[in-house]
């Protein structure tokens, strides 16, 4: 019994040695852009780091290939919606900078909800620039628990990673203003207890546009976040039908990928290869057909938990 999980264990030792060669190898033939960083590349950090982008007059991507870092200077300062997590906190701020503006600038760091991937770097750019923190009071609770848990399970989160102290909470209804910017905050629950999402005009050659930051684009918790979600999904149908720029919280959404595989990175390119033609970025279809398959997903998720809880109770 003893030789044989011996055995076991190492030849799960080779499997895994084997699976982080194919990590760093390259991107898997047939996949998009957006499924090389948010899969087969997701642990490649170099491969990770990607140039910083503009897509709208007023918006930057500066996070690296699978987490969005969204940058929204204003004429009073600057405002981060999320902050990746380590390894990339440096090189988000280094971001900053290379499209032109001083990380010490930042006012506000906006959070998209209590996940370690995108709160990871706030409290060292808190640190950096002074900068407050906005998430909900659930979300802040969710976030803050979440830490106590993994530190009672012996996992101490990272030098970097840390959950940062509770500082500004933001609610259904509040406007956030910077200068000449207001960012209109909602409360959409189901990826996590209280995630908001921000909305606030966006600009293409000056031109205004409804640009969105949904912040829980996908259901989790069984039957109850997965209601919950779908809840949130059908009061974008119902609110937000009208937006025009979707502001992803992943270049390549895991549980509802932009159809046509045109995720961040592949409009991005779009973007690049006709830079004087219409911006790529600025498509309400895209977003009225996410939130059909976000619908549709849904439904079906919360019917698969359903299913699950039911086959627990007769096991
Ligand atoms: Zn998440």
């Given at each position: 019994?003893?030789?044989?999980?011996?055995?076991?264990?190492?030849l799960?030792?080779?499997?895994?040695?084997?699976?982080?060669?194919?990590?760093?190898?390259?991107?898997?033939?047939?996949?998009?852009?957006?499924?090389?960083?948010?899969?087969?590349?997701?642990?490649?950090?170099?491969?990770q780091?990607i140039?910083?982008?503009k897509?709208?007059?007023?918006?930057?991507?500066?996070?690296?290939?699978?987490?969005?870092?969204?940058?929204?200077?204003?004429?009073?300062?600057?405002?981060?919606?999320?902050?990746?997590?380590e390894?990339?906190?440096?090189?988000?701020?280094?971001?900053?900078?290379?499209?032109?503006f001083d990380?010490?600038?930042?006012?506000?760091i906006?959070?998209?909800?209590?996940?370690?991937?995108?709160?990871?770097?706030?409290?060292?750019?808190?640190?950096?620039?002074?900068?407050?923190?906005?998430?909900?009071e659930?979300?802040?609770?969710?976030?803050?628990?979440?830490?106590?848990?993994?530190?009672?399970?012996?996992?101490?989160?990272?030098?970097?990673d840390?959950?940062?102290?509770?500082?500004m909470?933001?609610?259904e209804g509040?406007?956030?203003?910077?200068?000449?910017?207001k960012?209109?905050?909602y409360?959409?629950?189901?990826?996590?207890?209280?995630s908001?999402?921000?909305?606030?005009?966006?600009?293409?050659?000056?031109?205004?546009?409804?640009?969105?930051?949904?912040?829980?684009?996908?259901?989790?918790?069984?039957?109850?976040?997965?209601?919950?979600?779908?809840?949130?999904?059908?009061?974008?149908?119902?609110?937000?039908?009208?937006?025009?720029?979707?502001?992803?919280?992943?270049?390549?959404?895991n549980?509802?990928?932009?159809?046509?595989?045109?995720?961040?990175?592949e409009?991005?390119?779009?973007?690049?290869?006709?830079?004087?033609?219409?911006?790529?970025?600025?498509?309400?279809?895209?977003?009225?057909?996410?939130?059909?398959?976000?619908?549709?997903?849904?439904?079906?998720y919360?019917?698969?938990?359903?299913a699950?809880?039911?086959?627990g109770?007769?096991?």
């Amino acid at each position: 019994m003893r030789r044989t999980r011996i055995a076991t264990f190492a030849l799960a030792m080779v499997a895994t040695a084997a699976l982080a060669g194919a990590q760093t190898a390259g991107p898997a033939p047939g996949e998009s852009l957006s499924q090389s960083y948010r899969g087969s590349q997701a642990r490649n950090v170099e491969y990770q780091k990607i140039a910083p982008f503009k897509v709208m007059d007023n918006v930057y991507y500066v996070g690296p290939g699978s987490v969005s870092v969204w940058l929204v200077p204003t004429s009073a300062g600057l405002i981060l919606i999320d902050t990746a997590q380590e390894p990339y906190v440096d090189y988000v701020i280094d971001n900053i900078r290379k499209v032109g503006f001083d990380p010490k600038n930042i006012k506000y760091i906006l959070l998209t909800h209590g996940h370690l991937d995108h709160f990871g770097g706030a409290a060292k750019i808190k640190a950096l620039s002074g900068a407050r923190i906005a998430l909900t009071e659930t979300d802040w609770n969710f976030m803050a628990m979440q830490q106590a848990n993994a530190i009672k399970n012996g996992r101490n989160p990272k030098a970097g990673d840390e959950a940062p102290a509770k500082d500004m909470v933001i609610k259904e209804g509040d406007t956030i203003t910077l200068g000449d910017t207001k960012i209109k905050v909602y409360v959409l629950p189901g990826h996590t207890p209280g995630s908001p999402a921000y909305e606030f005009t966006v600009y293409d050659n000056k031109k205004p546009y409804k640009g969105l930051v949904f912040g829980g684009p996908g259901p989790r918790n069984g039957v109850e976040g997965g209601t919950e979600f779908l809840k949130s999904i059908e009061r974008l149908e119902k609110d937000f039908a009208d937006v025009q720029v979707a502001l992803n919280v992943h270049s390549f959404l895991n549980s509802y990928p932009y159809p046509n595989n045109m995720g961040i990175l592949e409009l991005r390119d779009v973007k690049a290869k006709n830079p004087n033609g219409p911006n790529p970025f600025i498509n309400n279809a895209l977003w009225r057909q996410w939130l059909k398959d976000a619908h549709a997903g849904a439904v079906k998720y919360i019917a698969d938990e359903k299913a699950k809880a039911q086959k627990g109770q007769t096991n």
